[in-house]
């Protein structure tokens, strides 16, 4: 794990001037058949096995006095994903314009959002800024001239 001490000029008494940031990497555990398509169950199981490293970097992170820690580019769910197999991995992320919600503190708000409860308690429960990549999807209109359905979700044909 990477510590970074930054520094910035805040103007503002309110601000504080800087923070110590940590990147993490890791060995992903890798889905070994990511183009075959799975349930939203079993994705989940593969999801937790990054997600519970996440856990332990996590308060690793925060003993060292973190502020902020930033995971690896899908260091969630892997790589070469297609288009169908990677749907039971992704979960609906709200806009914050639209609405505020705290996936810690409201899980049951919104269906299938695992990984943004597990996350976000992750954050809360060791006082951290968490940045990780995660794949998301947004529902359409349904329009059918824009939009087409296929294996449950809406693409733009």
Request: glycine residues 6%; hydrophobic residues 35%; contains cysteine.
């Amino acid at each position: 794990m990477l510590y970074l001490n930054w520094t910035c000029g805040a103007h503002s008494h309110h601000l504080p001037s800087s923070y110590v940031a940590a990147v993490y990497e890791h060995c992903v555990a890798l889905n070994p058949e990511p183009r075959v398509p799975v349930s939203r169950s079993a994705a989940l199981r593969h999801l937790r096995q990054n997600l519970q490293v996440y856990s332990k970097q996590a308060a690793r992170a925060a003993l060292q006095g973190a502020q902020i820690l930033v995971f690896p580019e899908d260091g969630l769910q892997g790589f070469n994903f297609t288009r169908s197999s990677i749907a039971a991995y992704l979960e609906v992320v709200p806009d914050p314009q639209q609405e505020s919600w705290n996936p810690c503190e409201d899980p049951q708000r919104h269906p299938n959002t695992e990984v943004q409860h597990w996350l976000s308690c992750l954050a809360r429960r060791h006082g951290l800024y968490v940045v990780a990549n995660m794949g998301s999807v947004q529902p359409c209109s349904g329009d059918s001239e824009v939009t087409q359905k296929r294996a449950g979700l809406w693409w733009p044909h």
